[in-house]
């Protein structure tokens, strides 16, 4: 258990090892994870949402919103680096395409049904009411649509924060997962304090994506 | 140079063909594989098997005795729940390093087991309950109505009406389980990690990359895959459904 005490202090020496050469400091990395993991979130929501919205607008493509999901989920992360650092070498790049590749399925999944489920009624008045489809999409659907759209991104988001350690492994450093790769150096003590420092930061990722959900559910629902 | 099967090789023989696939490192050669698939990637393919049908099968025994437990004595559910969700959201390779700080596990294949059952918990426990919740109380009552015991009704009425949410639970379980089995190198268990890392140490050697990740990627699918024709075959009244 005096791992655990020794992970806070760690955390406190903003991860310094007494003893050992000056170490990156221990926020430097924590923001590493957070730029990593953002840059993934905001790709994979980017392709995701319009994908899923999409095929949940026009009420098709529950097999690609669903089982290519379930399907693409089952990609193991590490062999996807591995495979992709064949094609484009260590760095950013292919973290990224792993990381992205983990957190489109739930996103996607998510904006289908939440959009798929609006009540036909609804969408039926504003077409009713002259709207066009664009127009039903964006002022009635996807406002109703929000909470379960944040709720895959917030899935996903979990998932991508803490995925970005597993980069580490392959060379690409400058996250928190050089910590927790390196034992050696850090010893236990730090290995925990660093993964305590990532599970932080998924729940703050988590209740940042919730207050934008807050945020953006009333105004939207204002719109209708 | 240390090739990917740990052994020291000199390399002299220019004009030779046998290893102008690890000099030139294209993006994939065949010959490559077909020569180590015996040495290398076979045995690695095989240990992932295995450390995943234990991982899987343990943690489907504890889920199971667990959810049942939670069925029956509701203030069950919320204790499992919390320790299995702090489990589950350890970081993978953290919690391998702690594991291997416990003295009786150290860095052995039990270490890594543990690791990978305490995956599973969570999800299996959550589906297995969710399923036998979700059984209609007009079919408990109809089947207490003729005269079933409790022990018949769980495993005639109950546990049937909850497979497809309980193989649900299984299919996300064995995904992840291969996916986290990939890191076991770290603790020097084998796994298909094995070549994975010993490419990217090996200069990025992509022959071995491509074929190591693309089994593990083809072992989840095929896994994935294997679950549904099950589920089609012993519930073919329930489509396949998502959680």
Known sequence: MSAFGGAFTFIGRDGQVPGAPPLPSLVHLTLGTLEVSAIGIAIAGALAIPLGVWLGHIHRGSFIAINIGNLWRALPSLAVIAIAIAFLGIGLANVELALVVLAVPPIVTNAYVAIDRVERELVDAARGMGMSEWQIVRRVEIPLAVPLIFAGLRTAAVLVVATTTISALTGYSGTLG???????????????????????????????????????????MRLR | MILATGKAVVIPNFGGSAYSCERHNPLFCVDWVSRNWDTVLWPALRQHIVLTVIAVAIGFAISTALALAAYRVGWVERPVVVVTLVLYTIPSIA????????????????????????????ILFRN???????????????ARGMGMSARQMLWRVELPLALPAIIAGLRIATVTVISLATIAPLISVESLGTPIFAAISNNLFKTELIAAGGMAVLLAVAADGAFVLVQRRLAPWARVRVR
Do not use: K
């Not at chain 1, 010893?187 to 959900?213: D, K, N, R, T």
């Not at chain 2, 919690?95 to 969570?122: H, K, M």
């Not at chain 2, 297995?128 to 109809?142: C, K, M, Q, S, W």
């Open chain 2, 128 to 142: 297995i309950l969710t399923g036998l919740r979700e059984v209609p109380e007009e079919v408990r009552d109809a």
């Open chain 1, 178 to 220: 050089d910590i927790i790769n390196n034992e050696t150096s850090y010893h236990l003590s730090g290995v925990l304090g660093a993964a305590i420092c990532v599970a932080g930061l998924a729940l703050a990722v988590e209740a940042a994506l919730a207050g934008a959900q807050r945020v953006l559910t009333p105004r939207a």
């Open chain 2, 95 to 122: 919690l391998f390093e702690l594991l291997v700080g416990i003295p009786w596990l150290g860095l052995s294949t039990a270490t890594a087991e543990v690791a990978l059952v305490s995956y599973t918990l969570l």
